[in-house]
């Protein structure tokens, strides 16, 4: 059993309904022994200055080549995000027999990176977008780029 809880004046409460379900199934004035583990939240203003970058990428490109010969065609926000999973290996790569080489992109969401984990992808996306995206455009030009679209 998993349960996030918030620290408050008046004690811990769930942080999710989720949570709420696993403390109700533990009777009152049972005490019991848990692991303290803070959960660190992500941004959501890197997460909102992530995807106007994909979302400003995909209205410029129309394909990104993710490996040689494997091009995947760009017509929204959504297949930018696909594709710079692709560049920045986040995905796991499996051997099927008779099929070969299948790579099963993960996810992004909130709930499934940590906020030092999501910064360190962050930072292989903008090298992508470098190497592959835009090559010949700076990281920095990028940055900037994109602090003036969010002012």
Do not use: N
């Not at 710079?84 to 992109?105: H, P, S």
């Not at 992004?108 to 360190?120: V, Y």
């Amino acid at each position: 059993m998993r349960a996030w809880l918030t620290r408050t004046l008046a004690g811990c409460i769930p942080a999710d309904a989720d949570s709420a379900a696993v403390l109700k199934r533990i009777p009152v004035g049972t005490t019991f022994e848990t692991d303290v583990i803070t959960k660190q939240s992500r941004s959501t203003a890197f997460h909102r200055r992530y995807w106007l970058l994909v979302s400003q990428l995909a209205a410029h490109v129309d394909h990104v080549t993710i490996d040689s010969g494997v091009t995947l065609p760009v017509r929204c926000a959504e297949d930018m995000h696909v594709a710079l999973k692709y560049l920045t290996g986040l995905y796991d790569q499996y051997v099927l027999e008779g099929a070969g080489v299948v790579r099963i992109i993960r996810s992004t969401a909130f709930d499934k990176m940590t906020a030092e984990e999501w910064a360190a992808h962050y930072q292989r996306v903008l090298d992508a977008v470098h190497q592959h995206v835009l090559p010949g455009v700076e990281i920095r030009e990028v940055e900037e780029e994109l602090g003036r679209l969010a002012s």
